[in-house]
C-alpha cells in the first residue's frame, strides 16, 4: 500500500521525503524489521523507539512515524512527524490490514484469574455451536486447531500489541475466523492496547491483588480493569461474576446488557449440587432458560466459576443449553493449569498450575486440599520486578493450606531470588504453631525435593510458571526451563530410575 494513503488515517504535522513509496509491513520492533516496512518510533514503559531508529533504517524500512524530528536524518527514509506515534499506529495498522476487527465478533475475557481457561472453554462451546473461532492469549494464538504466529517471531504479552492485534486479526479473517475469544490485561487496558475494538461482549472472571508495581494501588488496578466494561456499548453483553466483592462496582460503570452468575448468591445463572473429584466438577446449572447438568473434565471450585462464566455469555449470544453443555464438556485440562504430570507406578500425584497470585494459590491449594490428600507439598516463587507486597501474603496462604511448603525461585529478573524468597518466608513465620518449610533457590532442585519427599497418596503442587517454558535471570537471561519437563524427569527417575 502507498504511504501517501497509510497517512490518510492520521493528521500528521511534518512531512519530510516522499510519500509515494510501498509500504509492504509495519513494525515497532527494530528487531523485527524486513525491508518496505513503516516503522513506528512508540515511547513505551521501558525504552523509547526513536532511540532505534538509525537500527529500523539501517534494516530497510522505507518510512517512520516520529514525534520528534532527530538530529541526524536516516538517509532514503521518509519521516512522518505526528502528535501521539501510538495512536497513528493504531489508526494506520487498521487500514492496512483493512479493518480485520471489524469482520469479527470480539469477545474479551477479563479478570485476575480464569482467563486463559475461560477463553477455551468459551472457544470450545461456540465451535460445538458450528462456528469458526480464533483464540489470542497467553499460552497460544489459534484459529480452530491451527497456531496462528505473528509475523517476525511470537510475543509473551497475555495481550499483543496494538500493531500485533491487527496482524492476528488479519490472519484469522484470512483463515475464516467468525469469532475471536481473547484475553485482555489490565496492562493493555491501560497502554490502550485494545481501544477502539468494538467488542460484542465480555466475561469478567474475577479481580484480586496483582500488578501492584505496575498500577501502584488495587482501587487503580480496579479501575483500569473495569475500564473495558465501562466502554462496552449497550449493544454488548456482559457475564459478571457476581459473587467477586467488586461485581457491584463493574455493574454501575457498564451500559452493557448483564448477566450475572455465581455460586453463593441471587444470580442469574447458579450452580448447585457441586461435586468435585480429582477428575472434574459436576453441578448443576440454573438458569432463565432451564437447568442443565454438566460433568466438567476440570476440577476445582474455580473451574466450575471459570464454566459458569462462559455458560452466561453463550445464553447472552443465544446458544442453547445442550449446546453449551456440549462445549464445556469437551475440555478435558489446558496447558499448565491444573495439570496432572504422571507416570506409570506413581503411586502420589504431581500438578503443574500457573497460579501466581495470591487468590491463584489459594484456590489451588484449597482444591488440592478437597481431594484429601495424606499431605499436600506445595513448590512455589514469586517473580523479580514485579508486586513485592503479594509475597507474605502467599507465603502465608502457603503456610495455611499446604502440611510442607517448598519456597524457591520464579523468574528473578533483575532482583535476588533469595532476597524474594525471604519476603515469602515472612508471611510463612507469620502462621502459628509453626508450620514445616524449606528454601531452596534452585527451582529444578526443589522440584526434585518434592518429588523425592512425596509418599503414597501425598499431592505435590508446583505453582507459579504452569505453561512457561522458561526462566527470565538478571539482564533479561532467559534460559529453557519447563517444571512439566523436571516433574517428569523427577517422577521417571523416582519410580524407574
Not at 517512520?64 to 512522518?80: K, M, Q, R, S
Not at 480452530?144 to 491487527?166: F, M
Not at 484449597?366 to 507486597?389: A, E, K, M, S
Request: net charge negative; proline share 3%; glycine share 10%.
Amino acid at each position: 500500500m502507498r504511504l501517501s494513503e497509510l497517512i490518510e488515517a492520521v493528521g500528521t504535522r511534518r512531512v519530510i521525503g516522499s510519500t509515494e513509496r510501498e509500504v509492504t509491513g509495519l513494525s515497532q520492533d527494530s528487531r523485527k524489521v524486513r525491508a518496505g516496512d513503516l516503522f513506528f518510533c512508540i515511547r513505551g514503559v521501558q525504552t523509547d523507539g526513536h532511540r532505534f531508529l538509525n537500527d529500523a533504517a539501517a534494516a530497510g524500512c522505507v518510512a517512520a512515524v516520529v514525534e520528534h524530528i532527530p538530529d541526524n536524518l536516516p538517509e532514503e527514509v521518509t519521516l512522518i512527524q505526528v502528535d501521539n506515534a501510538s495512536d497513528a499506529m493504531k489508526a494506520i495498522a487498521g487500514k492496512f490490514y483493512d479493518y480485520p476487527d471489524r469482520k469479527l465478533k470480539i469477545i474479551g475475557i477479563v479478570g485476575t484469574n480464569g482467563k486463559t481457561t475461560s477463553t477455551y472453554l468459551m472457544k470450545s462451546v461456540l465451535e460445538a455451536a458450528g462456528r469458526r473461532v480464533g483464540l489470542i492469549g497467553t499460552i497460544i494464538n489459534l484459529v480452530g486447531d491451527e497456531e496462528i504466529a505473528l509475523d517476525g517471531g511470537s510475543v509473551h504479552n497475555t495481550t499483543p500489541g496494538a500493531l500485533e492485534l491487527q496482524q492476528l486479526f488479519a490472519k484469522m479473517v484470512n483463515a475464516g475466523a467468525e469469532y475471536v475469544v481473547m484475553e485482555v490485561s489490565s496492562h493493555s487496558i491501560h497502554q490502550g492496547r485494545v481501544e477502539g475494538i468494538a467488542f460484542c461482549g465480555g466475561i469478567f472472571t474475577n479481580i484480586t491483588q496483582d500488578h501492584l508495581d505496575y498500577h501502584g494501588t488495587f482501587e487503580e488496578y480496579l479501575r483500569v480493569k473495569t475500564k473495558f466494561f465501562a466502554d462496552l456499548s449497550s449493544t454488548s453483553w456482559a457475564s459478571i461474576n457476581g459473587d467477586d466483592e467488586h461485581a457491584g462496582y463493574i455493574l454501575s460503570r457498564t451500559a452493557a446488557k448483564v448477566a450475572t452468575y455465581g455460586i453463593h448468591r441471587d444470580t442469574d445463572v447458579k450452580a448447585e449440587d457441586i461435586r468435585l473429584t480429582p477428575h472434574g466438577a459436576m453441578y448443576t446449572a440454573k438458569t432463565p432458560q432451564g437447568t442443565v447438568d454438566l460433568n466438567l473434565r476440570l476440577t476445582g471450585y474455580f473451574n466450575v466459576y471459570n464454566s459458569l462464566g462462559v455458560l452466561t455469555a453463550a445464553l447472552s449470544m443465544g446458544i442453547p443449553l445442550d449446546v453449551i453443555k456440549v462445549g464445556l464438556e469437551r475440555i478435558s485440562g489446558v496447558s499448565g493449569r491444573f495439570q496432572q504430570v504422571t507416570v506409570d507406578g506413581a503411586d502420589f500425584s504431581v500438578i503443574v498450575d500457573y497460579a501466581h497470585t495470591p487468590d491463584g494459590l489459594e484456590n489451588i491449594l484449597q482444591t488440592g486440599r478437597g481431594l484429601n490428600p495424606r499431605r499436600l507439598i506445595v513448590v512455589f516463587g514469586c517473580g523479580g520486578n514485579r508486586d513485592r507486597t503479594k509475597r507474605p501474603i502467599m507465603g502465608k496462604i502457603a503456610a495455611r493450606l499446604a502440611d510442607y511448603t517448598i519456597v524457591t525461585s520464579d523468574n528473578p529478573r533483575n532482583e535476588e531470588p533469595y532476597q524474594i524468597m525471604k519476603d515469602i518466608e515472612a508471611g510463612i513465620k507469620e502462621v502459628q504453631p509453626p508450620v514445616p518449610y524449606t528454601m531452596i533457590v534452585d527451582r529444578e532442585e526443589a522440584i526434585r525435593k518434592a518429588i523425592h519427599m512425596a509418599e503414597a497418596g501425598d499431592i505435590v503442587m508446583i505453582a507459579g510458571k504452569g505453561h512457561e517454558d522458561y526462566q527470565i535471570f538478571e539482564g533479561n537471561r532467559i534460559i529453557h526451563f519447563d517444571d512439566r519437563e523436571i516433574a517428569k524427569a523427577a517422577l521417571e527417575e523416582r519410580f524407574h530410575g
